[in-house]
Protein backbone atom coordinates (compact mmCIF):
# COMPACT_ATOMS: atom_id res chain seq x y z
CA UNK A 1 0.00 0.00 0.00
CA UNK A 2 3.08 2.16 0.91
CA UNK A 3 4.60 3.97 -2.20
CA UNK A 4 7.53 5.99 -2.57
CA UNK A 5 9.20 7.31 0.96
CA UNK A 6 7.82 7.03 4.02
CA UNK A 7 10.49 8.79 6.43
CA UNK A 8 10.32 12.00 7.58
CA UNK A 9 7.61 10.61 10.86
CA UNK A 10 4.42 11.26 9.08
CA UNK A 11 5.38 14.69 8.34
CA UNK A 12 2.62 14.33 5.43
CA UNK A 13 0.35 11.54 7.85
CA UNK A 14 -1.94 14.42 9.64
CA UNK A 15 -2.35 17.49 8.20
CA UNK A 16 -0.86 19.93 10.66
CA UNK A 17 0.87 21.92 7.93
CA UNK A 18 -0.37 24.18 5.58
CA UNK A 19 1.42 26.08 2.62
CA UNK A 20 3.26 28.78 3.62
CA UNK A 21 2.89 31.91 2.01
CA UNK A 22 6.17 33.06 2.40
CA UNK A 23 8.07 30.09 1.40
CA UNK A 24 5.42 28.45 -0.49
CA UNK A 25 6.11 24.84 1.27
CA UNK A 26 4.04 22.71 3.19
CA UNK A 27 5.29 23.90 6.71
CA UNK A 28 2.99 25.92 8.61
CA UNK A 29 1.97 24.84 11.00
CA UNK A 30 -1.66 24.81 11.24
CA UNK A 31 -2.71 25.15 15.04
CA UNK A 32 0.41 26.94 15.96
CA UNK A 33 0.91 29.19 12.69
CA UNK A 34 4.68 29.06 12.75
CA UNK A 35 6.39 27.83 9.68
CA UNK A 36 8.99 25.09 10.22
CA UNK A 37 10.81 26.11 7.32
CA UNK A 38 11.22 29.85 7.21
CA UNK A 39 9.94 30.67 10.52
CA UNK A 40 6.69 32.50 9.74
CA UNK A 41 5.37 35.13 10.99
CA UNK A 42 8.76 35.41 12.78
CA UNK A 43 11.74 37.59 11.41
CA UNK A 44 12.79 36.69 8.25
CA UNK A 45 15.58 34.77 9.74
CA UNK A 46 14.25 31.03 11.35
CA UNK A 47 14.64 31.59 15.05
CA UNK A 48 15.25 28.82 17.17
CA UNK A 49 13.79 29.10 20.70
CA UNK A 50 17.71 28.74 21.95
CA UNK A 51 18.89 31.31 20.09
CA UNK A 52 17.88 34.39 22.84
CA UNK A 53 20.27 33.44 25.01
CA UNK A 54 22.67 32.66 22.67
CA UNK A 55 22.84 35.76 21.01
ZN1 LIG B 1 7.34 29.34 5.39
Do not use: D, Q
Amino acid sequence: MVKGTTSMGGFTKKKVHIRCRRCGKNSLHKRHHVCASCGFPEAKRRKYSWIKWYT
